[in-house]
């Protein structure tokens, strides 16, 4: 079965872009944990969709400036 925007996918929230994008980090039924430029959060797969090109760069930048600055796994 597939699962929608599972760990590693870049999203977007469909209803709002305060978020700012995101990528998730893991899967628990119907809901996506996702690591969003402001903040993670755990958030309804049927409300993510799937990042704009753009949205893809902004985050993959974000993550890469965090692990320069910070190491680790963001």
């Known amino acids: 079965m ?8 870049f999203v977007a929230h469909t209803g709002t872009d305060v978020y700012g994008p995101g990528k998730v980090l893991a899967v628990d039924g119907a809901h996506r944990r996702v690591r969003f430029t402001r903040f993670v959060a755990t958030v309804r797969a049927e409300d ?3 990042a704009s090109p753009a ?4 985050i993959q930048d974000w993550l890469r ?3 320069q600055r910070y190491g680790g796994d963001w």
């Open 2 to 9: 597939h699962t929608p925007h599972g760990p590693g996918a």
């Open 55 to 58: 949205e893809k760069r902004e």
């Open 48 to 50: 993510l969709r799937p």
């Open 65 to 67: 400036a965090k692990r």
